[in-house]
């Protein structure tokens, strides 16, 4: 039996594209930061910050929505 509270919520299998697609973007970002090295100035804001903060956020986000099972059937 489906919950209707999650009639919207993104399915399984989305939230599971969702963290490849963030922890594959750390991953580029820790390996540019690797080649590269830590940038100075705005950059640094740029790359670590935001870069950082929105793969880092989105990875969080799906684990915290798959390990408590909020998500739809994906019917």
């Keep these: 039996m489906s919950d209707p509270s ?3 919520a993104p399915s ?3 939230l599971k594209l969702r963290l ?3 922890m594959g973007g750390l991953a580029l970002l820790g390996a540019a ?8 100035g705005p ?3 740029e790359v670590i910050g935001v870069a950082g903060l929105f793969f880092g956020g989105t990875a969080v986000w799906t684990l915290k929505k ?10």
């Design 6 to 8: 999650n009639r919207h």
């Design 12 to 14: 399984r299998s989305e």
């Design 20 to 22: 490849l697609f963030s």
């Design 33 to 40: 930061l690797v080649y590269r090295g830590i940038p100075a």
């Design 43 to 45: 950059a640094l804001f």
């Design 66 to 75: 798959l390990i408590k099972r909020e998500h739809s059937d994906g019917l």
